[in-house]
Every structure is written in C-alpha cells, then in structure tokens.
C-alpha cells in the first residue's frame, strides 16, 4: 500500500522552519517562511554545543524542545504532537515502530509530518510511504531522491535521536494574543534560556548565554568547529533576519506600539549587520581559520556587539510583553 501528499520543503537555514513552513503549506496555509519562523520562536533561539570536530556545533540551530516548541508551533494554526527518544533510550525500538505508525496515520488522513534524520541529521518532510519506504522532503532530497528505506530511519550512520512532529488539529488564535505569547517567549527565551528538555541532545548555553559562551570559546583555547560554527551563523542570521521582518510587518497593526516593536525591528537588523561581519571572518560551509587568535579576537567581538544590540532588542521587547494584548 502506498500514499503520496503534495508537500515541499521549504528553504530555510534552520531545517525545522523549513519543514514546518513546508507541512503548513500543505495543510493550506499561506504564511511566508519568515513569519512562521517568527511565530514558531525560531527566528528568537539560539543555542551553541558541542560536535565530534569542536565547539559550535552545527547542531545548535536544532537544540530546541519539543515541549516549548509545539506550544509556539500553535500560533501557525495547527496543534502538533511529537514523539521523541535519545539514540541510546531502552524504549528507542518501540518509539521508533510508534513513531512510523503515527506517521503512516498521518499521511492517510492527508496530513504530511516533520521528521529528523531522514537523509541528514536535520528536519525534513515525510509526504508519503510505499511499503517499506518514506517518501521525503529534505534540504537534499533532489540531490539522493525522495525515497528512504524505513530501515535507514534515523540514518544509521551515526546513532541520532528519534524526533517525529505530527499535526493533528487546526486550531484558531486570536492575532493580538498570539503576538503577545510571541513576544513573551523571544524575552523569557533570552533572559532564562530553554525550557524543557531536548530528545539525543546534551545541555547546552540558550538566549544571550549562548551569546556568552560562543564569545569566550572564541577568546579560549578550546577546538572550533569550521563548518558547525560557520552554519550556526547563517542559520542565525536568517533567523535574526525574520525576527526583524515580522516585528516591523506588525508594527503598523498596533500604533500605540508600533514605535518599540520598530525598534526592536532596527535592533534585530543591527545583529544580522554583526553576524555579515563574523560570516566574513568565518565563510560558509568551510569556515576559514579558526587558528589565527586574530580572527578569533574580532569574531569575539563581533558577537559581543550581536549579544549588545540583541538584549537592546530584548529590552524594548519586554517593555512590551508584559502587556495585555
């Protein structure tokens, strides 16, 4: 038996962006990628970790929790569910066959999912199934196809977590409400850092700690990674990108604080300024020299000005998340 949904990936440097904006398309909706990326939290996340070649891994962008991501996942329009499980759990196996079977279930009721590790260790799109196979949308599948086996799920390349985000209700929001919670989330974010745990992935620095931690491993000794840390700034800034986009698209809908949520716009803008400078230093995907204590001292520098003029935009932020909406 095999079924077969309409469902493409959409271009995004954070890979659970675009295979959300990509299953909400799908289902209907009609958001540009960079508000999904704002109203998911995404555009307002950060995290720095650890990989096998360094620090900065390029797993940061993905560091993120089921728990706090499926409430903000709400605001898109749809209610999600997810099952998860670390490489290692005694119950892998059995969340794993679960896991295919909330799959297979929601592609028969036309409802195509999110999924990690399908041809990467990144998100991606399972449209269908065909008997022992998933079909799947990723960043590279017109490079390898479409078709996975089930047995190469999560890639057994090298052990991966078991990450499955399934839509299951389309829900209606209020937009005053849901730009309120939005706010709240990219403050509370910043400030405190992630809330919950997050399946496979070691702890790791959130919000302007991240920030923090990125800039003394630059000013340390400690072993960079090239491609993780030189991915990690693309992602954010596109991510810092959509976060300005959104807040000065919704300016205007709410003139008694068009002019904070404007200047939080500016300031978001003024970060992605200093991330095409660190990107300068640090050029996708091989990285340049991350050796030379002189390029390592200007890159600490540029992100102590991005995690500046970040809490600026926090700042103005917070004046207004406290507010009924």
């Known amino acids: 038996m095999s079924r077969l949904l ?3 990936y959409e271009s995004n440097w954070t890979s659970a962006v675009g295979a959300l904006a990509g299953v909400l398309r799908a289902l209907g909706g009609d958001k540009p990628v960079w508000q999904v990326s704002a109203l998911s939290g995404h555009a307002f996340r950060l995290a720095i970790t650890s990989g096998p070649d360094g620090e900065i891994g390029v797993d940061g962008p993905n560091n993120f929790s ?16 997810s099952i998860e499980a670390s490489a290692g759990a005694d119950d892998f196996d059995r969340r794993r066959k679960e896991a295919l079977k909330q799959l297979r279930r929601s592609i028969d009721h036309g409802r195509p999912a999110m999924a990690f590790g399908l041809h990467l ?4 799109i399972v449209r269908g199934y065909d008997g022992d196979d998933l079909i799947a949308a990723t960043t590279v599948s017109g490079q390898y196809g ?3 086996p089930v047995s190469q799920w999560p890639s057994p390349a090298r052990p991966q977590p ?6 299951e209700k389309q829900v209606k929001s209020d937009p005053a409400d849901v730009l309120g919670r939005v706010l709240r989330f990219a403050c509370d974010y910043a400030i405190a850092g992630e809330s919950g745990t997050v399946a496979g992935m070691p702890a790791a620095p959130t919000g302007l700690a991240a920030y923090a931690r990125w800039a003394q491993l630059l000013e340390g000794e400690a072993v960079i990674s090239p491609h993780g840390q030189s991915y990690c700034i693309q992602a954010l800034q596109s991510a810092r990108s ?7 698209a919704v300016a205007p809908l709410y003139p008694g604080r068009s002019v904070a949520l404007s200047e939080a716009g500016d300031a978001y803008s003024a970060v992605v300024l200093e991330l095409s400078r660190l990107a300068s230093l640090f050029p996708y995907p091989n990285g340049g020299d991350v ?6 001292r200007a890159g600490a520098m540029y992100i102590r000005r991005a995690s500046a003029t970040e809490a600026l935009a926090v700042d103005r932020i917070g004046a207004l998340a406290g507010e009924r909406w």
């Open 6 to 8: 309409a469902a493409t």
């Open 291 to 296: 050796i030379s204590n002189g390029g390592r």
């Open 121 to 124: 260790p990144e998100f991606g």
């Open 146 to 148: 479409e078709r996975i």
């Open 242 to 248: 959509d976060a300005a986009a959104f807040l000065r």
């Open 66 to 81: 089921a728990r706090s991501a499926l409430k903000l996942y709400e605001h898109c329009g749809w209610r999600f569910g």
């Open 162 to 167: 078991l990450r499955v985000i399934v839509p």
